[in-house]
C-alpha cells in the first residue's frame, strides 16, 4: 500500500520560497508520477505541478509556472515542489498525490494521497 507524507509547510512573507517535501513508503518512487495539488479555504483542490516516474515529464498549472519547480530524489523515496516568489494566492493546503499514468491533471487518477501540509503567505 502506497502511503505518502508531505512536510515542509509553514508561513512566509511575499516573495518567499519554501520547499515541501513529499515521502513515500509501499513503493519505490521511479516506479510511480507524483503530483502535487493545494486546496485553499473554501475552494475546491486545484492542480498545482507534476512530474512522471523518469522525470523527464513535467507539467504545471499556468498560476504556478515559472515560480514552482518539482524535483524527485528516487534513492530517497521523496519527491519535492519547491515554490519561490509565493504571493498571498498561493495560500493554500498542499497535497502530493501518487499516479500510474501521465493523467497528471485528473484527480481520480491518482491512487493515493498524503494529508496535506499549511502553506501560508502574508502580504
Known amino acids: 500500500q502506497v502511503e505518502l507524507v508531505e512536510s515542509g509547510g509553514g508561513s512566509v512573507q511575499a516573495g518567499g520560497s519554501l520547499r515541501l517535501l513529499c515521502h513515500a513508503s509501499?513503493?519505490?518512487?521511479?516506479?510511480?508520477?507524483i503530483g502535487w495539488f493545494r486546496q485553499a479555504q473554501g475552494k475546491e483542490r486545484e492542480f498545482v505541478a507534476a512530474?512522471?516516474?523518469?522525470?523527464?515529464?513535467?507539467t504545471y498549472a499556468d498560476s504556478v509556472k515559472g515560480r514552482f519547480r518539482v524535483s524527485r530524489d528516487n534513492p530517497r523515496n521523496t519527491a519535492y515542489l519547491f515554490l519561490n516568489d509565493l504571493k498571498p494566492s498561493d495560500t493554500a493546503i498542499y497535497y502530493c498525490?501518487?499516479?500510474?499514468?501521465?493523467?497528471?491533471?485528473?484527480?481520480?487518477?491518482?491512487?493515493?494521497w498524503g494529508q496535506g501540509t499549511q502553506v501560508t503567505v502574508s502580504s
Open positions: 498525490a501518487a499516479i500510474r499514468s501521465s493523467y497528471f491533471h485528473l484527480e481520480n487518477m491518482y491512487e493515493s
Open positions: 512530474s512522471s516516474w523518469h522525470d523527464d515529464e513535467t
Open positions: 509501499g513503493v519505490l518512487m521511479r516506479n510511480i508520477g
